[in-house]
Structure formats: structure tokens, C-alpha cells
């Protein structure tokens, strides 16, 4: 029972299938009852579309941040608060007895018509000749008071340089559209009642 029902919807839309060529067949015939179909363009439908406009693509930008100096304060020493001192040798100039030995010396002398060499014998004698004498000797010492400083000031890096690529995001728009759209596929559509009566 189940497969008999299924032979005969089977058969009805072969028998659906084979009307409209029949009946597109005779439409150029004088017995064309009226019946009949065109293929036409499906109709066009329209839709709202949500489009995205790009008013500025993202980019990256160096930002740099400046290097930061500042001033630093420094204590110097300046002098160590020692000094030298010399005072020179003193020293003066006296007379003094020396005592001149007695010595042996060569001279020449004119005896009887002729020179000869004499050995003479000088004797020893006391004479005052002068002398240099220390009277002080020379000395050096050191002084010692308090040190002396000064300040100085000084620029130094507190902070080195930096850069930073920083991004900027797109910008969008969204814009809603009407537009009209026209399928590829055809359909058949029916012609009037009273066409082809005359034919």
C-alpha cells in the first residue's frame, strides 16, 4: 500500500515536469487554448547593507621622551692645610791663625855669569786667613691648619632617552545602503488569459 502511493507522486511530478514544455510548444499553434508561459528574468529584490568606510588607517608613531639632566653638588678639597717652611744656613766669616809649613821649592838664579838651579828652603810661618763657619744650619718644618673645600657643581644624566612607538587605531564608519539585487535565474511566468485565441 505504502510503495503504491509513493509510484503515483512519483508519476505526478513527472507529469508536472512535462506540462509546461507542452504547453510552451503550442503556444505558436492556432489550438494555443491560453495556457501558456514566458521565461523571464526573476524579479529583483532590494536589501539594506551595513558597509564599513575606513576615515583612517591605524598607524604606529615614535614618540621620543627627551634624555633628563640635572646638577649635581660636589665637595673638593682644595689645599690640605699643610705648608712648608725652610730657613737657610747661616754662617759668617772669620779670621783664623794657620799654621804654613816649612817646604823645599826650585829657583833659578845667575851665579858667575850663568843660570843655575838652586834648591831654596822656605820656612814655616804663621798667617791669619779668613774662613767661612756655620753659624746655624739650615732647617725645614711643616704647618698644619684646616683643610679648605669648595663646591662645585656638576651636570650629570639622570635619565637616558627613550623611544616609544605609540599606535593610533583605525577609524570606521558604518553606512546602511539600499541596494537592488538582481538574481541570475530565470522564471516562468504566466501569460494572459487571451493570448494566443487569435492565432
Same mark, same amino acid.
Given at each position: 500500500m505504502r $510503495?503504491s #502511493?509513493?509510484?503515483?507522486t512519483?508519476a505526478?511530478?513527472?507529469?508536472?515536469a512535462?506540462l509546461?514544455p507542452?504547453a510552451?510548444s *503550442?503556444?505558436?499553434?492556432?489550438?494555443?487554448?491560453g495556457n501558456?508561459y514566458?521565461e523571464?528574468?526573476a524579479p529583483s529584490?532590494?536589501? /539594506?547593507?551595513?558597509?564599513r568606510?575606513?576615515? *583612517? @588607517?591605524?598607524a604606529? !608613531?615614535?614618540d621620543?621622551e627627551p #634624555? +633628563?639632566?640635572g646638577?649635581?653638588t660636589k665637595?673638593?678639597?682644595?689645599?690640605d692645610?699643610?705648608?712648608w717652611?725652610? !730657613?737657610p744656613?747661616?754662617y759668617?766669616?772669620?779670621k783664623?791663625r794657620?799654621?804654613l809649613?816649612s817646604r823645599?821649592?826650585w829657583?833659578?838664579?845667575?851665579?858667575?855669569? @850663568?843660570?843655575?838651579?838652586?834648591?831654596?828652603?822656605?820656612p814655616g810661618k804663621t798667617?791669619? $786667613?779668613n774662613?767661612?763657619?756655620l753659624v746655624k744650619?739650615a @732647617?725645614?718644618?711643616k704647618t698644619r #691648619?684646616?683643610? /679648605?673645600y669648595k663646591?662645585?657643581?656638576k651636570?650629570i644624566? +639622570?635619565?637616558?632617552?627613550k623611544?616609544?612607538?605609540v599606535?593610533?587605531?583605525? @577609524?570606521?564608519?558604518?553606512?546602511?545602503e539600499?541596494v537592488?539585487?538582481?538574481? !541570475?535565474?530565470?522564471?516562468? *511566468?504566466p501569460?494572459?488569459k487571451?493570448?494566443?485565441k487569435?492565432?
Open positions: $510503495v #502511493s509513493c509510484l503515483k512519483v505526478a511530478i513527472f507529469a508536472a512535462l509546461i507542452a510552451t *503550442q503556444a505558436g499553434d492556432r489550438d494555443c487554448t501558456c514566458e523571464v528574468p529584490y532590494y536589501r /539594506t547593507l551595513k558597509r568606510i575606513t576615515l *583612517q @588607517r591605524g604606529y !608613531e615614535i621620543r #634624555s +633628563l639632566y646638577w649635581a665637595r673638593v678639597r682644595v689645599d692645610g699643610v705648608e717652611h725652610r !730657613e744656613a747661616v759668617k766669616t772669620v783664623v794657620k799654621r809649613k823645599t821649592v829657583e833659578k838664579r845667575w851665579v858667575d855669569g @850663568r843660570h843655575i838651579m838652586c834648591e831654596v828652603k822656605i798667617v791669619w $786667613v774662613k767661612k763657619v744650619p @732647617r725645614r718644618w #691648619s684646616a683643610p /679648605t663646591y662645585v657643581k651636570r644624566l +639622570l635619565r637616558p632617552y623611544n616609544r612607538a599606535y593610533h587605531e583605525a @577609524r570606521h564608519k558604518y553606512v546602511r539600499r537592488e539585487i538582481q538574481p !541570475e535565474a530565470t522564471v516562468w *511566468q501569460l494572459g487571451g493570448f494566443g487569435d492565432w
